[in-house]
């Protein structure tokens, strides 16, 4: 199984990061940020970055700036 | 009722009176901009005599609602020569708000030499007390010691040698909730120089026996209201980057479209944005002991602030935020992320304002005064502001100053003040609120980084820059900008906040109103102080110049600029 956000998604061989996303409902575009397991992806990066099975996956918002 | 301290520093004496009924409602940028325009003549000397420096707490200052003790400084500034809100997150807020002072006024000019020290103690008793053995010290020492004489539990306001020198770029530092580290900044324009014309070296402020009570036209309504949006903030704040990583967090989004500002403004890609960004930042942390997911006050639920260690696991720097890794960054073509908190650390000793600091050493790079990614020569050149060598002045007067010396044309700056860490061609409505806000090229007057990737025009850019610039002056007069993004799915709530706290029952539009007119009654005092239309606009070179990451220019005409504000 793969949380995104804590939503269960269940684990395929080879899924994608894009494709677990798509699976959980969760929106990503350019101001976007994943963390998964502790490390950060861009937008840019997530389209073909494989996931292991119980990766936890948290999708993070830019609403401001620093 | 709350309290304003007087401060006079002629006969270096303090009062403490009853705060106006005209500013009853009022708090932080409002605020400021209401003392302003009815107190502080506008083509005053912003070093002279008739300059005043205001601290003054939000409008929900006292309640439990987060970040209402983030602490607004105000006065004429220095730097851009119009008027100036800089407000900064840390403890002193929170204590100011305990003793019921919501406001602070230092009035005159000292005639005796040497500085002083503004101690507030348990009991609520102000005085003036003689600070010469202070002299030019750094924040972090200066902290040390006033922690020293009045306790680790202290809050402290304090300057740096920058400040006391009249450096148009020295900042005001806070120290931080919890370790007290001295690296919460008000940084922008040049207040801290204020504060040391003023002869006032610091603030010390003590927990009081007895905590002032504020009050409610309508308590019950007011916590009811009031736990609900803390309750919004703080679950929209789980999933903040800012929260989860740090405000470093940013670079991933600008760096890889053109909005990282890079090599001075030149409008290239970094190519090793990642060096500087989140992965490493948090691998530093996990590896020496550093620390994310802190809050500079207490009751904060964003906790954006960190401590970040050096390679040995020892202190380096705390409160390590985008725009001082985006500068002196990728924008000095500097790619060390230790070496950049390195040079954080200096500039919140001595005092100086990072952004205007960052962008004098890119302008500097251009000159050819130092290579591009020099870091032991930017680290020698930030040295001489402490040392006071004639190109360390120069450079203590920020971005501008060094352009113009050095025969520079591309200098970004608006209103004098260096632009923040986000290229205006690529995110063209903060192009907008650099050019048109009354405080100069600042980001936080008006971010609209999240318009830049859709297929927004130019006048939607516009609309958004209007629209956020009413907007952030409404949070800088309650509360952080952070925690206020994720009031949005509930903003009316705050109208129901503020009529449960102060009677009526106007709602949103309240506030609204009063965003409109803090930032009309801002453009005023900068137009009687002497700026026409020809100060906002961005410099020629992003007009002409296009992007190499995005083939884009800063094409929003001058019409477009000049009714941005016609309500």
């Given at each position: 199984m793969i949380y995104v956000n804590e939503k269960e998604v269940p684990y395929k061989k080879n899924i994608t990061l894009a494709e677990?996303?798509?699976?959980?409902?969760?929106?990503?575009?350019?101001?976007?940020?994943?963390?998964?397991?502790?490390?950060?992806?861009?937008?840019?990066?997530?389209?073909?970055e494989k996931i292991e099975d119980g990766a936890k996956i948290k999708v993070l918002r830019v609403v401001s700036g620093g | 009722m709350w309290s304003k301290l007087i401060v006079d520093m002629n006969t270096l004496s303090v009062s403490r009176e009853p705060l106006d009924e005209d500013f009853r409602e009022l708090g932080g940028k409002g605020l400021i901009a209401q003392y302003m325009i009815k107190n502080v003549p506008p083509q005053c000397d912003p070093l002279g005599e008739q300059n005043q420096l205001i601290f003054c707490l939000g409008i929900f200052a006292g309640t439990s609602f987060t970040t209402a003790h983030r602490l607004s400084v105000g006065g004429k500034s220095p730097l851009t020569g119009g008027i100036k809100e800089s407000n900064v997150g840390g403890y002193a807020g929170t204590l100011l708000a305990e003793q019921g002072i919501k406001m602070i006024i230092l009035r005159g000019l000292p005639e005796k030499e040497g500085p002083s020290l503004l101690h507030i103690d348990s009991s609520g008793k102000a005085e003036l007390l003689d600070a010469a053995e202070y002299k030019g010290m750094g924040n972090y020492d200066l902290r040390e010691k006033l922690a020293g004489r009045f306790g680790e539990k202290v809050a402290t306001i304090t300057i740096g040698s920058a400040g006391e020198m009249g450096y148009r770029s020295a900042s005001i530092h806070v120290s931080e909730f919890g370790a007290g580290h001295p690296s919460r900044a008000a940084a922008r324009g040049g207040l801290g120089a204020v504060m040391g014309s003023k002869g006032l070296k610091a603030i010390v402020v003590e927990?009081?026996?007895?905590?002032?009570?504020?009050?409610?036209?309508?308590?019950?309504?007011?916590?009811?209201?009031?736990?609900l949006v803390?309750?919004?903030?703080?679950?929209?704040?789980?999933?903040?980057?800012?929260?989860?990583i740090g405000t470093i967090s940013t670079i991933e989004v600008t760096g890889a479209n053109g909005i990282l500002?890079?090599?001075?403004?030149?409008?290239?890609?970094?190519?090793?944005?990642?060096?500087?960004?989140?992965?490493?930042?948090?691998?530093?942390?996990?590896?020496?002991?550093?620390k994310n997911?802190?809050?500079?006050?207490?009751?904060?639920?964003?906790?954006?602030?960190?401590?970040?260690?050096?390679?040995?696991?020892?202190?380096?720097?705390s409160g390590f935020e985008y725009e001082t890794i985006a500068l002196f960054g990728p924008n000095c073509h500097i790619s060390d992320l230790d070496s950049i908190a390195r040079m954080d650390r200096f500039c919140d000793d001595i005092g100086v304002d990072t952004i205007e600091a960052a962008n004098a050493i890119a302008v500097a790079m251009e000159a050819g005064k130092l290579p591009w990614g020099d870091v032991d020569t930017t680290l020698a050149l930030l040295s001489e502001m402490k040392e006071a060598t004639e190109f360390g002045r120069i450079l203590g007067d920020g971005c501008e100053a060094v352009g113009k010396h050095l025969g520079c044309k591309r200098i970004p700056v608006v209103k004098h003040q260096a632009m923040a860490g986000y290229e205006p061609r690529n995110t063209k409505g903060t192009g907008i609120t650099y050019a048109t806000s009354p405080m100069g090229a600042d980001h936080t007057a008006g971010l609209t980084m999240g318009r830049a990737f859709d297929d927004a025009?130019?006048?939607?850019?516009?609309?958004?820059?209007?629209?956020?610039?009413?907007?952030?002056?409404i949070a800088d007069s309650m509360m952080c900008i952070f925690a206020f993004a994720h009031v949005v799915p509930v903003m009316p709530k705050l109208g129901e906040m503020m009529d449960a706290m102060y009677g009526g029952n106007y709602g949103f539009p309240r506030l609204a109103a009063m965003g409109v007119k803090t930032l009309l009654t801002e453009r005023g005092y900068n137009k009687m102080a002497g700026m026409t239309d020809a100060d906002d606009r961005l410099p020629e070179f992003f007009y002409k110049?296009?992007?190499?990451?995005?083939?884009?220019?800063?094409?929003?005409n001058d019409y477009e600029l000049e009714v941005l504000f016609d309500f």
């Open positions: 677990a996303l798509s699976v959980s409902g969760e929106e990503v575009d350019e101001m976007t940020l994943l963390l998964m397991d502790g490390k950060v992806l861009s937008f840019s990066q997530h389209a073909f | 927990k009081p026996t007895e905590r002032f009570k504020v009050e409610y036209a309508d308590e019950g309504k007011f916590r009811e209201t009031c736990t803390n309750k919004v903030i703080a679950q929209g704040a789980q999933n903040d980057p800012f929260h989860n500002p890079v090599d001075n403004f030149s409008g290239k890609l970094f190519p090793a944005y990642q060096e500087v960004g989140a992965n490493k930042f948090l691998t530093n942390l996990a590896t020496r002991g550093g997911k802190l809050a500079c006050q207490p009751g904060c639920v964003v906790q954006c602030s960190n401590c970040y260690n050096d390679a040995n696991g020892e202190y380096l720097t025009g130019r006048a939607a850019q516009a609309y958004a820059s209007n629209k956020l610039q009413v907007a952030m002056c110049e296009r992007s190499v990451a995005t083939g884009s220019v800063f094409d929003i």
